[in-house]
């Protein structure tokens, strides 16, 4: 699970962080892209929205020194789809396989 400072509960304003890590994940922080997908799939302190949530952490695990935690939050949307995302079981299988060669360690089952 990725830490963010949606697990804050002095935090008030989500719209504010997602911008702050936006920002910080267009300079190349790509942990910032995961904290802003995880953010926005938890709806804690902003609306849940799992399609920008999926474009987050696209944009963190596709790069070649991505970060495996970005390809498990987009294992894991695609594993159960829900609003605005469909569940889709190749992409699952597809962003699980790129978590693995950026060193993922964890057995995860197939559904």
């Not at 904290?35 to 474009?55: C, K, M, N, P, Y």
């Not at 060669?101 to 995860?108: F, K, T, V």
């Amino acid at each position: 699970m990725v830490l963010s400072l949606s697990t804050d509960p002095n935090l008030r304003d989500g719209s504010a962080a997602v911008n702050a890590y936006d920002e910080a994940c267009k300079l190349g922080d790509l942990m910032a892209c995961c904290d802003a997908g995880s953010t926005l799939e938890q709806g804690i302190v902003i609306g849940r929205d799992l399609t920008r949530a999926a474009t987050f952490y696209k944009r963190g695990c596709d790069p070649d020194e991505g970060m495996f935690i970005c390809c498990i939050g987009l294992t894991n949307l695609y594993g159960t789809g829900g609003p605005g995302l469909t569940k889709d079981r190749k992409l699952r299988n597809s962003y699980y396989r790129r978590a693995k060669l950026l060193g993922y360690s964890a057995h995860m089952e197939d559904d």
